[in-house]
């Protein structure tokens, strides 16, 4: 496959290199590799059941670490609203004439948007009457009033400045709600609470308008200072987009399309900040206030378990670190690496000399520790 010095130079532009484009198409022809799952995480297989009992002190161990400004939330922000509109964006010119059903479903549901009022308001302006248009069924003046730029522009805005959620004293974004929930579990003893938001480059201004806007109100609202950093996905991360036949896929004009990586290329963004119990959540899981409080409680009974292992892994990595280990300190390491982080062993890691062993949990215990909860499935 061969290209063009102009291609060469968009490459380099993108911060990528040559042999990292290669291996990108390498990769599309090849296919991925599927991973063989071994067996379901079960409880106490994979999964870990924190006793109600228990809740209380794994709650308290994290208040404490939040009070000494140890937290912050990590929000990944920069998708955009498109896909979320594609039903819609298929009705725009022939809304529903073939399905009834969807066009009663739709006027019905309307009003119940948190984005309705925003919707009237813009119809307004533009010297029509939503209720003229409901009465004579122009669904399609609606929706492009709700996606396209001749009103609310829903399907060019990033997630982060929909409306989600409706309340009697008014809507509000995603974005809000994670200021909320960050005011909720990531403040400090000095009141201050920390994010940070990682958005797409063309996005970035309008989120930082509308943050200096709502910022100052939900300060006030929870009597908070918010710390607020934003930033953007590198380039660097793209992958470049190939066709059916793996040949890079091209502009009307010519240049190679590239697109976005998925949220690991927001491990360096994740690696930049200095955080040290990170709340990772992305921008569009977000609840409303009714579920607010059981949320709260969990994301703080899942942070103080985290705690409680980051605890044990330290005091392990310090046995590890002196001249000398125990028989008992060494069993304490092997039943904690299997028991709570389910770690699996070589099948002939019992015969290994004892240094070779030490090396294998130094590995298995200095790494970042993710906890993560799960719903139960109750079909």
């Not at 939503?130 to 609606?142: A, P, Q, R, S, V």
């Not at 200021?179 to 930082?208: C, F, G, N």
């Not at 300190?329 to 890691?349: G, Q, S």
Request: glycine content about 6%.
């Amino acid at each position: 496959m061969t290209f063009s010095n102009a291609d060469i130079k968009q490459i380099h532009s993108e911060g990528l290199s040559m042999e990292r484009v290669m291996d990108q198409i390498a990769l599309f022809i090849r296919g991925a590799s599927h991973i063989e799952l071994n067996r379901p995480c079960t409880f106490h297989d994979g999964i870990e059941v924190i006793p109600p009992e228990d809740e209380e002190k794994l709650i308290s161990r994290y208040d404490q670490a939040a009070a000494a400004g140890r937290c912050l939330k990590f929000v990944p922000a920069s998708g955009a609203a498109s896909r979320m509109f594609k039903e819609w964006f298929r009705a725009l010119d022939q809304p529903w004439k073939d399905s009834e059903a969807s066009a009663v479903s739709f006027a019905e549901q309307l009003e119940h948007y948190p984005f309705y009022d925003d919707l009237r308001q813009a119809i307004f302006n533009s010297g029509e009457n939503i209720e003229f248009l409901m009465e004579e069924k122009k669904y399609g003046d609606i929706l492009a009033y709700i996606i396209t730029s001749r009103g609310l522009q829903y399907g060019q805005l990033p997630k982060a400045l929909l409306k989600f959620h409706k309340y009697q004293e008014g809507s509000r974004t995603s974005l809000e709600e994670h200021l909320v929930e960050a005011a909720l579990y990531v403040t400090d003893a000095r009141r201050i609470s920390r994010l940070h938001i990682t958005v797409s480059p063309e996005h970035r201004q309008p989120v930082e308008t509308f943050l200096d806007i709502v910022q100052p109100v939900y300060e006030r609202l929870f009597s908070v200072t918010y710390e607020i950093g934003v930033s953007c996905q590198e380039t660097a991360t793209n992958n470049i987009a190939v066709d059916m036949e793996n040949r890079p896929f091209r502009s009307d004009d010519g240049q190679i399309c590239f697109r976005p990586g998925g949220h690991g290329a927001l491990l360096k963004n994740l690696n930049d900040i200095d955080g040290d119990i990170i709340f990772l959540k992305n921008i569009d899981n977000v609840a409303p206030d009714r579920v607010k409080q059981v949320t709260v409680r969990y994301k703080k009974a899942l942070a103080g378990l985290l705690l409680k292992l980051q605890g044990e892994t330290f005091r392990y990595l310090e046995c590890l670190a002196g001249n000398s280990i125990t028989e008992e300190e060494m069993t304490a390491i092997d039943d904690f690496c299997r028991d709570k982080l389910h770690v699996v062993f070589p099948i002939d890691y019992r015969q290994w000399p004892l240094e070779k062993k030490k090396e294998i949990w130094r590995e298995k215990l200095d790494r970042p520790i993710r906890v993560c909860g799960v719903v139960r499935n109750e079909g």
